[in-house]
């Protein structure tokens, strides 16, 4: 399974980015799928989770700014991001989780200016 990461990049405060990931060679139609982020310093952190029944999982800190989508049919998962700020900036990882199995984007930096 292969992920790629797109659509990062630097911004302003107040703008919005739109990620998306794209899955190769894995099974997309029951499986789980997430946005993770890394500050520099910080620790790795769940942003937004979405399974492919449609059940979204939010961090308090981008819930109402974010919005994880997927179209099962694409394999491919999107990270709208609304109202960035500062502390938004980071690597964002896209991951993949089937079963007992999980593997990793490479990340796409996204960096907001204040």
């Known amino acids: 399974v292969q992920l790629q990461a797109f659509g990062g990049g630097l911004v302003q405060a107040g703008d919005s980015l739109n990620l998306v990931c794209t899955v190769s060679?894995?099974?997309?139609?029951?499986?789980?799928m997430g946005w993770y982020r890394q500050a520099p310093g910080k620790q790795r952190e769940l942003v937004a989770s979405?399974?492919?029944?449609?059940?979204?999982n939010y961090a308090d800190s981008v819930k109402g700014r974010f919005t994880i989508s997927r179209d099962n049919a694409k394999k491919t998962m999107a990270l709208q991001m609304n109202s960035l700020t500062p502390e938004d900036s980071g690597v964002y990882y896209c991951?993949?989780?089937?079963?007992?199995?999980?593997?990793w984007g490479q990340g796409t930096l996204v960096t907001v200016s204040s």
């Open positions: 991951k993949y989780w089937y079963r007992q199995f999980e593997t």
């Open positions: 979405m399974t492919s029944r449609g059940e979204r």
């Open positions: 060679n894995g099974h997309f139609a029951f499986n789980i």
